[in-house]
Each structure stands twice: as structure tokens, then as C-alpha cells.
């Protein structure tokens, strides 16, 4: 009788072990995080940089980059993924406000087909103009451009990296608040636009701070202002466009989403792992070397966020009748 209870017992207790064996593998089961941009770019570098941070919290977290249309393949890839909180992606600027507006399609509804997680970043762009210009000029502030391009109507130029993209909605937004008029010089891509600027072949340009950076602290080109409500910590010393056209803010932002439908608890505790790496300290040295400022928020509050972006870039898109089909 004994030697039946104590199989028994060490039945019962291996069936024990094997049960908490099987939830722990599944509590282990690695989390996917789908960026929809190459590797090696800025968004890519601070999702490792934060999967790295929340693997003792939530386990190991795979990076997934789905390139292609813009973002738009990675984000209909979350969209349309189990909302079991196993896929998580990136949404940006681009994905998540500018696209609905700039394609006459894309797979996934923007609105309704994520659950927000948290804010990551908020990197700004910056207005610039060639320093030699400016100096000829006598362009130091926003008030100065608006005055001089005000006196010499249609005899300012900006340029972007194409027609659509954050160069090129920043510019034609700040035309419309400061009431100006501006050629839009339109390059294959950034890197194009600030050669031209450099060269004197445009104005101004609105540009990520990041890639400016250099050429502003080598004196090639003068910052005017950022593009944040407010001061950026990497550029101190330049004031924002909000101070002189009030409410001016177009910078570059992204965030962490899981697929609509996606349990609440499942949310919280994501939430809650990445708005903790996100706060640490080691995160904003390792980001404010990509010049990105880390930003931790609520879901409802990154879902407020991204609302009002969505509807504040269907006015700027519309009002450049930018399309891609």
C-alpha cells in the first residue's frame, strides 16, 4: 500500500513538473517584432536596442524586417497577424498617418486594425537653410524667412527627398501656416535634397535632424528651427517653429502595435516591459546617439496620438495632391 501512494505521489508530482515545464515553454515562445523598414536604419537600431532590454521581462524578442511600399507590407503583416500578443510591429509616421492619405490603397485600415501599445520615439526634423545663403540673406529666424519670402514672393525654393514624403509635407505645411509661396524642388530621395542645399541649388529644406546634424555643426548648413512643439535636447539652442506659427509640429515619430483584438492584459504587460526599458537610462544614451528621443506612454495615449496625426495628415497630404498609385 505504501509503495502504491508513493507512485502515486511521484506520479502526481512529475505530472506536475511537466505541466509547469509546458507553461513555462509557452510563456517562453518568442515574441515577433515586425519592422517595416530595413535593417541598419533608425527605427530598426532602436527596436533591437529595446528588444534587447525586455528579453528578462517578456523573453526573447525576433526581429522581423518586412520591407517594402513604404512600410506598408510590414504593417499589413501585423494587421492581419494572431492577436495573441506573439506579433507586435512598428507603427510610424509614415504607416500609421501619411500612407492612408498618399496611396489610393493599402491593405490594412490604420484606424481600426491595431491596438496601440506605447510611443517609442520622437526624432525631429529640422528647417534648414545653406549658410552662405542665409548670411546673403539675412535669414537668422522663422520671422526673418516669412519676411523676406512675404517681400520677394515666389523667389524662395525648398527641397525633399520626393513628392510625399516628410520633407515634402513639412514644407508645403509651413507654407500654408506662414502664408508664403515656395518652389517645391522635388530629388530621389534625402540624402539628393541636402547635396542640393549644401550646393545652393535650393533654399531650404525641411530635414531629419539626425541626417543634418553633421553638415549643421560643420557650418555647411544653419538650423533655423525644429519642427517639435518644443526644444529638442540634441540642438538646444534652436527654437522650435511653434514659437513663431503656433501649434507648427510635424516631426517624426514611432511606436510599438499589436493587431486589433489583442487581449487588454496582454497589452498592459507590454506596455509595461517596453515603457520601462524605453525609461532606463542606458536606452536614452544609446538613442540619443541616433539623435531620437525615447518616449513611453499609455496605449490610450499613443492611440489619441496617433488618431489626431492620422487626421492632421490628411489635410497636409491633400493640400499637396501628392499621390502613389
Known sequence: MKTRNFLLTLLASATALLGAGHANAQQQRPIRLVVPY????????????LAERVKDTLGPVIIDNKPGAGGNIGADAVAKAPADGLTIGIAATATNAVNPWLYNKIPF??????????????VPNVLVMNADTARRLNINTVADLIRYA??????LNYGSGGNGSAGH?????????????????????????????????????????????????????????????????????????????????????????????????????????????????????????????????????????????????????????????
Open 150 to 155: 512675404k517681400a520677394n514672393p515666389a523667389k
Open 169 to 325: 509635407l513639412a514644407g508645403e505645411l509651413f507654407k500654408k501656416e506662414a502664408g508664403i509661396f515656395a518652389v517645391h524642388i522635388p530629388y530621389n530621395g534625402g540624402s539628393p535634397a541636402q547635396l542640393a542645399l549644401i550646393s545652393g541649388q535650393v533654399d531650404f529644406n525641411f530635414d531629419n535632424l539626425a541626417t543634418a546634424a553633421p553638415n549643421i555643426r560643420s557650418g555647411k548648413l544653419k538650423a533655423i528651427a525644429v519642427t517639435t512643439l518644443q526644444r529638442s535636447s540634441s540642438l538646444p539652442e534652436v527654437p522650435p517653429v511653434a514659437d513663431t506659427l503656433k501649434g507648427f509640429s510635424i516631426d517624426t515619430w514611432w511606436g510599438l502595435v499589436a493587431p486589433a483584438g489583442t487581449p487588454h492584459d496582454v497589452i498592459v504587460k507590454l506596455n509595461q516591459a517596453f515603457v520601462a526599458a524605453l525609461n532606463a537610462p542606458e536606452t536614452k544614451t544609446r538613442f540619443a546617439s541616433l539623435l531620437a528621443e525615447p518616449v513611453g506612454s499609455s496605449p490610450e495615449q499613443f492611440g489619441a496620438f496617433m488618431k489626431s496625426e492620422l487626421a492632421k495628415y490628411e489635410k497636409v497630404v491633400k493640400a499637396t495632391g501628392a499621390k502613389v498609385d
Open 109 to 122: 485600415n490604420a484606424a481600426t486594425d491595431f491596438a496601440p501599445i506605447t510611443q517609442m520615439v520622437r
Open 38 to 49: 530595413a535593417a541598419g536604419g533608425p527605427i530598426d537600431n532602436t527596436a533591437r536596442i
